[in-house]
């Protein structure tokens, strides 16, 4: 089963309290029983302040989530969140040099 990025980021009602959107048009969008309109899309974006190719990218997502229990997948998967973290970090200091500028 597929599912945009948007939905497995946040839950709908948090979506529908930051959007206005109801969580009924949210559940739509989600299941896929209709297609997310450009404007949604851009509202989203704008509130979310996340790039539509990171909110509305289809992913495989499978029935049961579990957290690994081989070690040498739950190492890679904790490298994994720490280089997204360092990333983050990364990203989170260049605007803070960036809105240093406008002080």
Do not use: W
């Amino acid at each position: 089963m597929k599912q945009y990025l948007i939905f497995l980021k946040y839950t709908r009602a948090y979506l529908s309290e930051v959007t206005g959107y109801s969580k009924n048009y949210l559940s739509r969008i989600a299941t896929g029983a209709r297609a997310p309109s450009e404007v949604f899309i851009g509202v989203c974006c704008h509130t979310l302040k996340e790039s539509q190719d990171d909110l509305f990218r289809l992913a495989e997502v499978h029935a049961v989530r579990t957290a690994p229990t081989d070690p040498e997948q739950l190492n890679k998967t904790m490298g994994e969140l720490v280089s997204r973290l360092t990333g983050a970090e990364a990203e989170i200091e260049k605007i803070k040099a960036e809105l240093k500028q406008y002080s």
